[in-house]
């Protein structure tokens, strides 16, 4: 049973990460590829090298003891939800670690809800005035929020950032971005992740007055 203060945000189509990789496939299977054109293409395409790029996350990633160390710490209820499509490349390389990092303790629960179902939801959280994916936000049972982060690593952003200055198209810098996912193997983000779940606590009972206030205003 999702809390008040979640309900309140009137999500559409929230997931657990089984019922989004379910979606996946069956949005691949009712779509006929021969018939799509344009964007439609496009996110067919993405939609089915994400699915194999989940698939082979899954597969070999393993926590490391430095996450593992941190999630350990968490002993209330959170709820992370994160903000995603199928068609995201940066969700495919990152949402797999995600769903695996919230396995490792019951006090998470992890919630997934698309993009473009709610866009009410993903305005509250625009980076530099852009609907950026995937987002990972953390509640309390209350609904203060702990942490945020997202859409990519910072040592992927700094390429992307790179890339797009000299030059490179879409396409390009996109190739570059999934050649250094493949080589991190995502260390970066786990890194960054149990960073984040280790600070926390101390930013949290700081803001806590403030985050209620906050809380009470937006829901």
């Not at 299977?29 to 090298?49: A, P, Q, V």
């Not at 926590?63 to 593992?68: A, F, T």
């Not at 005035?129 to 952003?157: V, Y």
């Not at 810098?173 to 984040?196: C, M, P, V």
Request: aromatic letters at 10%.
């Amino acid at each position: 049973m999702l809390p008040v203060f979640f309900n309140s945000m009137n999500p559409k189509n929230v997931m657990t990460y089984d019922e989004y990789k379910k979606m996946t496939i069956d949005e691949l299977k009712d779509m006929n590829s021969y018939e799509l054109e344009g964007i439609e293409r496009k996110h067919y395409d993405y939609r089915k090298i994400n699915f194999q790029r989940i698939t082979r996350i899954e597969k070999h990633f393993k926590p490391s003891n430095e996450l593992i160390n941190a999630i350990e710490k968490i002993k209330q209820p959170q709820i992370w939800m994160v903000i995603t499509e199928s068609w995201c490349g940066d969700s495919a390389q990152n949402l797999p670690i995600i769903a695996k990092a919230a396995e490792l303790n019951n006090n998470i629960h992890l919630k997934i809800i698309l993009r473009d179902e709610n866009p009410h939801i993903m305005d509250m959280y625009l980076i530099n005035g852009n609907r950026s994916i995937p987002q990972l936000i953390a509640f309390d049972t209350e609904g203060n929020k702990l942490f945020r982060w997202g859409p990519r690593p910072k040592t992927a952003q700094e390429l992307v950032t790179k890339l797009k200055t000299e030059g490179l198209s879409k396409e390009e810098f996109t190739q570059q971005l999934h050649l250094w996912y493949g080589r991190n193997k995502g260390k970066d983000f786990e890194s960054e992740l149990a960073e984040i779940l280790l600070q926390t606590p101390k930013k949290y009972s700081h803001l806590k007055t403030t985050q209620n206030t906050l809380y009470k205003k937006n829901y």
